[in-house]
């Protein structure tokens, strides 16, 4: 993740470090659903995550008027809405429905432009629903993964056909996070979450700090 946004405020979209930094969200993803099997109280799961997408939006929001014009949520409110998807879906009795909710908060985060859209929140349903009903699928899981991470970029990749290396290129990283997912043992590592939590706002406001001391040098 910090290579990648590195690599946005310093270089440009499209560098070594963003091919790097693809390999992130996949595994954030992966965590937040593993957080939300494991927590004993899924409110304040929820809660914590908008409290951190809150708090992480103005440094966000920082960070991107380095390098871009335009404004969307950070990857919190997409984690957030991921595990409203999750919730929604278990509460639902009928299953067709809960696809169909979770469908509903994809287009709702599309709609609202968080971070990585509705691919973001289809990431975090795909990785709940394999290790819900298919635990031991994991070859599927990746298949599921790959081909929705193919179907986000392929837009680019027609709509810029003289960019299509490096679309490809972030195609294979992101997938290279499949290697740490599914050697996952499904043991809990040391408890050091708000490190990762604080991280996030913290890291985006000293980019933003770097940037702009670099500019007025």
Known sequence: MLCD?????????????????????PIFAF???????????????????????FISQIPFMLFLSTFYDSYYLNIFFTLFLGVICLCGFDKIKNKYLGVLFAILICIVGH????????YGI???????IFNKFWPNKKDLMCLAFIFI??????????????????????????????????IY??????????????FYPIHLLVLYILHFSLQIM
């Open 149 to 182: 991470t193919i179907l986000k970029y392929l837009p680019n990749i027609i709509s810029y056909p003289s960019l299509y290396i490096y679309y490809v290129g972030y195609i294979l990283f992101t997938c290279i996070s499949l290697v740490p997912i599914c």
């Open 31 to 53: 965590q937040v659903v593993q957080g939300y099997i494991h927590t004993h109280n899924v409110k304040k799961y929820t809660l914590r995550l908008f409290i951190f997408a």
């Open 122 to 128: 289809a990431v975090i349903f795909i990785f709940y």
């Open 185 to 198: 043992n499904g043991k809990q590592g040391p408890k050091v979450k708000y490190l990762f939590y604080a």
């Open 5 to 25: 946004h590195a690599g946005d405020s310093f270089i440009g979209y499209f560098s070594f470090l963003n091919l790097i930094g693809r390999i992130a969200f």
């Open 111 to 118: 709609f609202i432009q968080v971070d990585y859209g509705a």
